[in-house]
């Protein structure tokens, strides 16, 4: 009796062990030559025996089916980083992978490598990463100053006062595109006037950049294209990390960033940043501050809660920031700085942003999962423009966004369908305020044509196919429609193609609809530092554009070692609406719906390690934007650049003890209003000048220590006159003010020397 059931026992377990399925997850790290760790995000997790695979989340997150018998193989890999091959058995828990960098090791020489931008092969969208050695190779000390070295996105200044930065992207300005904080919307409505200032440098493990039309899962906004900024991960957090920076412009700076695991599946870290800068300074001799009087604190706190079959995310974030600018005795006699001797300007904000996120899987091969994302913002500001009372503009947004998702995955992975409800919900209450003196800014004709306060509620729904019939072809279809209280009915339809010619030549193609609602002061807020009358001649509308583009990139090898790439891609948005501002009359800026605007983009990339150690990038772009201006002589659009040059050279010795970085920017020359039927003396030449910017760094680095000095703008260049009647803004010397900050093509500041340590507890 024994033995028979011994016997069933035994074709039991056999049979049990060729049908049974085991789901293996866990995370992917790297780990460079000095010790450095983070997660891997996309890192690639095949089953040798099953022949699948599977990639890993942004966070470096994974988890496999294996079919049949154990034990089996799986092989976790990643550019640039030795692969691992790992025994699966019973008694396999849940796996902490940590990959090596791509080492050549022999008796003292350890050689390790790891790209500055990555180029995504597998993502159905033109997308491309910045990498946290990446942002290292610059200062970095925000977001702002994260582009320096990448040739599609653009970072200036909007005015010449309040040191507001504005980023474009395919010519457009920054407001048509989706910037998203861990793959949520982070900086948008209020926050977009400063907002790339407000996330520091070291905080951030990577920044995604993806072209044209995004999927219909990350809203009806995105146009040009999207921007989502990785911040340090929890299970990827050293002990503690602090970097300092200092500048020749006066600027001081810290950041702390300290975390690990909490309890068992549990993680969080906090990070802590405050930058001060109360050395004003006036290169150009206009009598205004270069770049204003600035400080600020900010906190970051991030969960992360791994459950049975899912994922808990928190992201909690407080900012307080101030800045003061303008004339030079505003800044230096506060006593004076309200009774409008001197101009200034001024902004107080409060910022408070939570996200919540929860995913889990409803069977155990991971086919079927359901997600809920919430997020809510708080922002308030003061600001004034002249002096307290003449110019005011105080506005508070209160948001919240939530999203439920259902995505399902068929057995074989060549179908997969994402969809979901989502709702939006923006209440801005704006106060725009002037005296006597400054009430012809904005005359009384416009009030019925502009509504301060206002609130919206988006419900929406979408729903996104992906087929993959082949390894080598991807197709992804999604539609959105969603209700705007305001606007009406938003539909936008989008679609993506990649095709695998060979392995290393990779082709896409993609087109859809997005809409952005405009608001009239941040949108346009490199306005309000001008005397310029503001004229609304229509009701806003919401703006609406079709984005197409394609792109092919080719990679290839210098040899066994070295590897580059070439991308050349193309963009082409044309407007069905768009709500523009018309600023080729001198005394005035005018407001109004169009539809005949398109922006036509195109780029060509090289990158590779030319020789050991040494990486060379090489971009050249080409804009055209169109807008058919009622005042203008020229259907160009001002302040865009038709051509741009980029340039980078880096150079990094065994162990990376040492690395050199050397950028280069080419400016091409860009059309300004000419200001004709203003005074001569205020009349502008209507094109920008050629120019050229240049940023150097060298870094040292030791197993806990790193030593970083540079310099930015290193050939002096500044923009000349940026100011209009700097000597005269409130036009006491003449019939009228011509005052006029809001003409800025160029750099405001001159030749700028930093250095910074970085410090980590591993």
Known sequence: MQKKFLIIFLILGAVSGFSQNTTVSGMVYGKNGFGEREALAFANIYSIQNKTGVVADENGKFSITL??????????????????????????GNLDVELIADAALDEVEI??????????????????TITTHGLQL?????????????????????DAVSGAKQIKMLGLDGKYSLLLMEAMPAIRGLASMYGLTYIPGSWMRSIGISKGASSVESGYESISGQINVGMIDPNATNPLFLNFYGNSEGRIEGNLVTGGEVFNNTASNLMLSGAWQNMPMDGNKDGFADVPANWNANVLNRWTIDTKRGHINLLLNYLHDERKGGQMDFLRNPDLQKNGEYYGFGNTADRAYITAKWGIFFDEEQRKSFAVQLGGTYHNQISF??????????????????????IWLSPNTKHKIASGITFNYDLYD???????????????????????????????????????????FTMVAGLRYDYNSYFGALISPRAHLKYDILDNLIVRVSGGKGYHSPLLFTDFSRYLASSRKWIIEEEMKAEEAWNFGASATWLFDFNEDRGGSLVGDIYYTVFQNQFVVDPFKAHEVHFYNIDKSTALSAQLSLSGEVAEGFD????????????????????????NNKFKGLATLTYSTNHKKWQFSLTTQFNGKARVPA??????IYHRSGETEFYTIMHAQITKNW???????????LLNYTQPDPIIAAADPFGRNSERSYFDASGVWGPLTGRMFYAGLRFYVK
């Open 703 to 713: 197993r806990r220590w790193s030593i970083y000095v540079g310099a930015e703008n």
């Open 616 to 639: 060379v990038t090489l971009a050249a772009r080409y804009n055209d934007v169109r807008t058919d201006f009622k005042y203008g002589d020229s259907n160009q659009a001002p302040y």
């Open 111 to 128: 050689k390790a490598r790891k790209k500055a931008t990555e180029i995504s092969l597998r993502s159905v969208h033109q997308a491309e």
């Open 675 to 680: 200001l004709t039927d203003g005074p001569e």
């Open 67 to 92: 079919k049949g018998r154990l034990p089996q193989e799986i092989k976790v890999s990643y550019i640039g980083y030795n692969a691992d091959t790992i025994k699966i058995n019973a008694t396999t």
């Open 385 to 406: 423009y002249g002096y307290e009372g003449y110019q005011d503009y105080n506005a508070t947004q209160y948001s919240f966004t939530g999203t439920v998702k259902y």
């Open 430 to 472: 704006e106060l725009y305020a002037l005296n006597s003196a400054a009430a012809p800014l904005f005359p009384s004709s416009n009030l019925s044509k502009y509504t301060f306060g206002r609130t919206e509620y988006v419900p929406g729904a979408f729903g996104e196919y992906t087929w993959t019939p082949i390894e080598k």
């Open 138 to 158: 610059l200062a970095c000390c925000n977001l702002s100053e994260s582009f320096e070295n990448d040739p599609t996105v653009d970072v200036g200044y909007s």
